[in-house]
């Protein structure tokens, strides 16, 4: 179990912080042309001004910033192509760049958390990490947090924008430049991946959902259940892959009151608390390969408060409690 863990011999406390002798590099994505809302792309500049860094060592970690891998604009405004993809071209470049980066974190043996940046990016991060235990023939689970399926395919989207297609492109479904980085697809299985938080989706995505048969925990059963419970569910399901998994939350899986700063808003959103004991829990079950939080818009926050509260999450994820 992680978290703080505390040892007590009459009347002397020894503490020990969740971090200690742990080490993860954080590596930004400012990439916002997955989205149709600028403001997206500043969401790890964001999350650095909340002191993500300085926080995270508080726990114990040795941090490592790798700073923001370039994300390279186009040269003309996008223009829908025949498979209705708005920048395709620069997005799968970012991802490749990207996959390869956190390969190269797992191979140091450090817990690479990535900051976004739209959504389309956990397309590169879940990439890099299933292509690096791919080949030592282990599997990859996957927690994926969001208000929206993002499970579109060029055929069913109907704004053409990628942030609603990476979990159908992990699951090999859509566009061959983006379900075929480092090579192989899938990069998860079906059975190994569970989604937390939908309320938002298009008739496309039930239909791919049912067919493939993956996990989702609506708000719907997140109200009859409790995050609880269905998160206890989603950490089974997320640990029958052999490695462990990834988790990616998306800021708009919150409700809008707590978290204003996205431009892909519903309302009846999870809670403060509810987003906190998930990844309470998380931190608890361990398994968790890879961190990623996407979608912090700067433009549309209010004071920051949604990039602070992105930084709580992750500092929940690796371990902080309240006591």
């Known amino acids: ?57 508080q726990l114990g970690y040795e941090v490592r910033d790798l700073g923001d891998i370039r994300v390279d604009c186009p040269p003309a405004p996008p223009t829908a192509t025949p498979e209705k993809i ?6 799968a470049a970012t991802c490749v760049q990207l996959a390869g980066d956190v390969k190269k974190i797992l191979e140091g043996g450090e817990l690479p958390i990535v900051l976004g940046g739209d959504h389309s990016i956990a397309i590169g991060t879940v990439a890099g990490v299933a292509s690096f235990y791919r080949e030592r023939k282990q599997t990859v689970g996957l927690i ?8 579109n395919t060029p055929e069913t989207s109907p704004s053409g924008n990628i942030h609603g297609m990476p979990l159908a492109v992990l699951f090999g479904n859509g566009e061959p430049r983006l379900t075929d980085i480092e090579g192989f697809a899938p990069k998860i299985e079906p059975r190994f991946c569970a989604h937390i938080g939908a309320r938002d989706v298009d008739p496309g995505e039930r239909e791919l959902i049912r067919r493939l048969g993956v996990r989702f925990f609506t708000m719907r059963e997140i109200d009859e259940r409790g995050m609880s419970a269905c998160v206890d569910e989603a950490i089974a399901i997320a640990t029958q892959a052999s ?9 708009d899986a919150l409700d809008p ?14 809670t403060y608390r509810e987003a906190h004991l998930a990844m309470e829990k998380i931190a608890e079950a361990g398994g968790a390969l890879s961190l990623e939080v996407v979608e912090i818009n700067t433009a549309l926050d209010i004071n920051n408060r949604t990039a602070e509260l992105g930084v709580e999450l992750i500092l929940s994820a690796l371990g902080k409690t309240i006591l």
């Open 243 to 251: 490695a462990g998994y990834h988790v990616t939350f998306d800021v």
């Open 144 to 151: 994926w947090f969001d208000a929206h399926a993002d499970m």
């Open 1 to 57: 179990m992680s978290g703080l863990l505390s040892e007590q011999t009459g009347t002397t406390m020894t503490s020990r912080l969740p971090g200690a002798g742990r080490r993860v590099s954080i590596v930004g994505v400012p990439c916002g042309f997955g989205a149709s809302v600028a403001g997206v792309d500043l969401g790890p500049a964001a999350m650095r001004v909340a002191r993500l860094n300085q926080r995270i060592a």
């Open 257 to 270: 009151g707590d978290a204003p700063g996205s431009g892909t808003v519903v309302r009846g959103g999870l």
């Open 86 to 91: 708005h920048f395709l071209p620069e997005i």
